[in-house]
């Protein structure tokens, strides 16, 4: 195991046994329920970035695949024939077929077409969800509750436990992201976003690796869905909308697009920013507007990305300041032509 491997792991621990701590610590239900849709969010914005940011497809669709989650781990857990981790495997392995027979179709198009047909796909998956109210619920969706039987000693009714199961969910699948995006599978998504003709050319499978790319976020989403769907203890049409994916591609424009944690960042950004929105004014879309103009204008890059960047130029500032003197005197000398 490399140091940098260990080192993540000892910063992944650390993040989990603070939120143990935070959670046996603060009452406040508000502070936790944000905290709880950050984690749901958070995941389901960092597996878009898979696509977007690591593989260059922009998809409109992939809210779809969160809905699915949701939708169908409650329709199991509704029918009381399946405990928690049995219903979130079929839940996940049913999106992933999904996702498979969808991005075996979107993956050969070209961006601007693979962006709308993923929309197309979005729109008549929502379509169903409304149309096939005795599964579904139509647009009221699955409500009466969802029940939550204790698993492995966790009990999910219970606030304290339900926040760290969230946190310990959210920060292993960043590890596992994290693991995909730095092995050589992850460079071959890198080479394909950068020059998918010169990837090829080196022997890459671009459609195959464009695939599973699309699968393994999608499963991801799944799993967001599969968390939002225990928070909200049911499912809505609106996880399906084609907003949410909107909301998706915000949170990653917020944060940033070059890290895993940017999404995350994003999705804190936003949630904040709705929160102080519907507190002082009504005019909701106007406020988002004008904050994501600000960054895609003002900082032209996510608040992470901006962060890291001023980050790199600051350190980098001291070794040009040593530099210039030594640059200057030596300009000088061969102004002089060569003389001391």
């Known amino acids: 195991m490399s140091a940098k491997t260990r080192w993540e792991l000892g910063l992944a621990l650390v993040v989990i046994l603070a939120a143990t701590v935070f959670g046996s610590m603060v009452d406040s239900g508000a502070l936790r329920d944000g905290l709880i849709r950050l984690c749901c969010l958070g995941l389901f914005a960092a597996s878009l970035n898979l696509l977007v940011g690591y593989t260059g497809l922009l998809s ?20 009381g024939h399946l405990n ?69 000693g966790i009990d999910l009714t219970s606030p304290k436990q339900f926040f760290v199961f969230n946190v310990v969910v959210l920060v292993a699948s960043l590890l596992i992201l994290r693991r995909i995006v730095a092995s050589p599978f992850g460079a071959a998504l890198r080479m394909v976003r950068d020059n998918p003709q010169r990837a090829a050319f080196l022997g890459v499978d671009v459609p195959r690796t464009k695939l599973t790319a699309f699968v393994i976020a999608s499963a991801f989403a799944g799993v967001a869905g599969i968390l939002m769907s225990l928070y909200v203890s049911g499912a809505y049409p609106n996880f399906a909308y084609w907003t949410m994916s909107g909301e998706g591609l915000f949170m990653i424009m917020l944060g940033g697009i ?32 004008l904050v994501i103009l600000f960054v895609a204008l003002g900082l032209r890059k996510g608040v992470l990305d901006f962060t890291a960047d001023a980050l790199h130029r600051r350190r980098a500032d001291p070794h040009d300041a040593a530099d210039a003197p030594q640059s200057t005197a030596a300009a000088r000398r061969a102004s002089q032509g060569g003389q001391p």
């Open 60 to 79: 409109f669709g992939h809210a779809m695949f969160f809905g699915l989650g949701a939708y169908t781990f409650c329709i199991l857990m509704q029918g």
């Open 84 to 152: 928690i981790p049995l219903a979130a495997a079929a839940t996940v392995s049913l999106v992933c077929v999904s996702a498979v027979l969808v991005g075996a179709v979107c993956v050969r198009l070209s961006h601007v077409y693979f962006a709308f047909i993923t929309l197309a796909v979005q729109m008549l998956f929502f379509s169903l969800l409304i149309a096939w109210s005795g599964l579904t619920g139509g647009e009221q969706g699955l409500i009466g509750g969802l029940p939550m039987p204790p698993f492995f």
């Open 258 to 289: 070059h890290s895993l944690l940017g999404p995350v960042v994003g999705a804190g950004l936003l949630l904040v920013i709705e929160s102080l929105v519907n507190t002082y004014t009504r005019h909701h879309g106007l406020i988002i507007g």
